[in-house]
């Protein structure tokens, strides 16, 4: 098996010299540029694994350089380096598609990371099974967009900043760029923000060493350290509290942490994904979330399209979903066309999560052959949901089932005010049949 070629560019005669006896100990020959055009020709005269370029040459800019890789007929992984404090410039170059960034000085311990994750990729690349099609249901042209937006990520490390409603599939999403990319390996560590304790953040992320703080009877190993080699997903990032964004910009910027009560920083090799419900556009505009980290999770972002944007895949949904509920594929309950079709004209405040919660209810209701739309008991009167971040319901008001109940009962006393108590042409208004009509009309105790 032949070594593996990389390219480096720089105009430092010490960085070059640096970066040679580096990859030439790690099994890797090399290829120097001082300037642009010496770079393009040797990318004409033989094919390379990798490249390392600084992006201030004295004849261009090695965003240029990152351009013309990733367009090329056999694009390879293009690292950055990147001077201290110039974050701007190595976001915008991962943005053009570059695979990461190294800050001079060089840390030559982050370096060999960068390097190995980049050759690995390389390696895995031809062979590595993308097809994301049987985990990420559905057809649709959202669909179908999601999965090859997560086919191009996974060849980088970029911070991803992953957003849509409640019950989406961040998630999933995350978990698959993490599946497709080098480090599927290695561990993929999520969690909640917003279910931590203020007080618990920074050792929940960075670590604690014994007798920091009164009770660190130990010490603990945080979630970057947890993830390390691997992916760190942060769901629900908006709850961050503002100590914490600014140590968590800290450990993106330098991929070094500082456990609590530990004297030095420890080299932390993490790719971050993030997500949350809320709009983090609009957070930052009224100055309850940093611009500038903001900008440093969100060098590429991914929408997740609610489930009423893509009603073409609720056939496919369901069916899914009722062989996962029934444990096997073969005894799953039929569904008509009726209630397939009563689902795709619901609009889903819940999404996926909420059909879930419907069709295992209905499984439990059914007569044992065929689920019909009686069976799904669906909310009546559900508007859209609006786009500002609680979705137009207060939670200090009451749970979000009281706020659908309440919806629900407004919209029945509505149709029967507006029918003169009429229980059949009401039930007709709401485009329920009289069974589902009766059935509400108990469960809201409205059937005196």
């Not at 640096?18 to 033989?46: C, F, N, P």
């Not at 915008?92 to 000085?105: E, L, N, Q």
């Not at 485009?431 to 589902?436: A, D, K, M, Q």
């Amino acid at each position: 098996m032949k070594n593996p070629f990389a390219l480096i560019v720089d105009d430092e005669p010490d960085i070059i010299e640096l970066l040679e006896i580096t990859l030439t100990r790690m099994g890797i020959e090399t290829r120097s540029a001082g300037t642009l055009g010496q770079a393009k020709k040797l990318l004409q005269e033989r094919t390379f694994d990798l490249c390392l370029t600084d992006l201030r040459l004295p004849d261009g800019d090695g965003l240029e350089l990152v351009e013309l890789i990733q367009t090329s007929r056999t694009p390879f992984p293009i690292a950055v380096i990147t001077a201290h404090g110039n974050m701007d410039t190595a976001i915008t170059a991962m943005k053009k598609g570059a695979f990461d960034f190294v800050s001079k000085p060089v840390d030559l311990l982050t370096l060999r990371q960068l390097v190995g994750n980049a050759l690995k990729f390389a390696e895995q690349a031809p062979r590595k099974d993308r097809r994301t099609r049987h985990t990420l249901l559905g057809d649709s042209l959202a669909m179908r967009g999601i999965r090859s937006k997560i086919t191009k990520l996974a060849r980088s490390q970029a911070p991803v900043y992953i957003h849509g409603e409640s019950g989406a599939g961040k998630e999933l999403v995350a978990r698959l760029i993490h599946q497709q990319s080098t480090r599927s390996d290695k561990p993929f560590v999520a969690i909640n923000c917003g279910a931590i304790p203020h007080e618990l953040m920074e050792s929940e992320f960075f670590g604690h060493k014994k007798g920091s703080f009164t009770g660190a009877i130990g010490d603990k190993k945080g979630l970057f350290q947890a993830a390390d080699g691997g992916t760190l997903f942060l769901d629900e990032i908006a709850d961050l509290p503002a100590s914490l964004q600014v140590k968590l910009l800290r450990a993106i910027q330098e991929k070094k942490i500082r456990p609590v009560g530990e004297q030095q920083e420890i080299p932390v090799d993490v790719r971050l994904l993030s997500a949350t419900h809320r709009n983090l556009a609009e957070m930052v505009q009224n100055g309850s979330f940093r611009q500038d980290l903001f900008y440093r999770i969100n060098v590429i972002d991914l929408d997740v399209p609610p489930l009423r944007e893509r009603i073409d895949d609720i056939p496919v949904l369901v069916d899914h979903i009722l062989s996962k509920l029934s444990g096997q594929p073969e005894s799953k309950p039929a569904i008509s066309p009726a209630a397939i079709a009563a689902l795709q004209r619901y609009r889903f405040p819940g999404n996926i999560r909420e059909l879930e919660n419907i069709l295992e209810r209905a499984l439990a209701l059914y007569d044992g052959k065929c689920i019909e739309e009686d069976d799904l008991n669906l909310p009546v009167g559900i508007p859209v949901p609006n786009p500002a971040p609680e979705h137009g319901y207060d939670p200090c008001q009451g749970s979000l089932e009281d706020y659908l109940e309440a919806i629900e009962r407004k919209a029945i006393l509505q149709a029967l005010k507006e029918n003169k108590w009429n229980k059949t042409a009401a039930a007709k208004q709401l485009g329920l049949s009289f069974r589902s009509f009766r059935y509400r009309l108990k469960k809201l105790d409205l059937d005196n």
